[in-house]
């Protein structure tokens, strides 16, 4: 059984650019697909397909690298644990990196960044950041 499936994401993903794979290959589920889309959506990863595998779904991320090779994603960390859960509100967001970064947060308007949070006015549970 595992405890932390985000947990379990961002080491899949943080392992796959450590040995400069083109995908990782991931347990899926709706919270996963929803963290992976936010990653999208800001630039971090190419995109995502879920694959079916028997009786289990696999979400593959493929991953993205610069011009030259170098890797987008300079570091990603688990901020929100299940031990001890970090919520935030829109006045107590901050930068990440000066703007280099984001930090991905479950609203109740969906998985979001937090510059997409700002715009829309919600807070909530700070899962990880990316930069």
Known sequence: MMTDPIA???TRIRNGLQVERPYVDIPSSRL??????ALAREGFVWDHEVLEDG??????????Y????EKVIQ????????GCRVYVS???MKDVRQGTGISILST???VLSNREARRQ???????????
């Open 66 to 69: 610069g011009p030259s090779g």
């Open 108 to 110: 109740s308007a969906g």
């Open 8 to 10: 379990d994401l961002l």
């Open 55 to 64: 009786s289990h779904k696999v979400l593959r991320v493929n991953l993205k």
């Open 32 to 37: 996963k697909i929803a963290l992976v889309e």
């Open 75 to 82: 570091h990603i960390e688990r901020v929100s644990k299940p």
């Open 90 to 92: 829109v006045a107590d």
């Open 121 to 131: 006015g919600v807070g909530g549970e700070m899962l990880c950041q990316v930069w």
